[in-house]
């Protein structure tokens, strides 16, 4: 189950705020990619469709969190 936190990161990614590896997120991105909620490109992440539709179901909007 997702969150409060994960409905964020999902909204901070589909706005394409930027993650360093550093990032005390980190652990948590790498449990949504794992959980096919997000999918790295290149350097940068994205929201797959399954997060996507989590984010839509939660109610929260990409230009909210």
Sequence with gaps: MLTDSDIAM???IGQSIA????D??????LRL???GY????GDTFELTAKGEAA????GAGLNEA
Excluded: E, M, T, Y
């Design 38 to 41: 997000v999918q790295k490109d």
């Design 10 to 12: 999902l909204c901070d």
């Design 55 to 58: 984010v839509i179901d939660r």
């Design 24 to 29: 005390d997120r980190h652990d948590g991105l």
């Design 19 to 22: 993650f360093s590896d550093s």
């Design 33 to 35: 990619i794992a959980d």
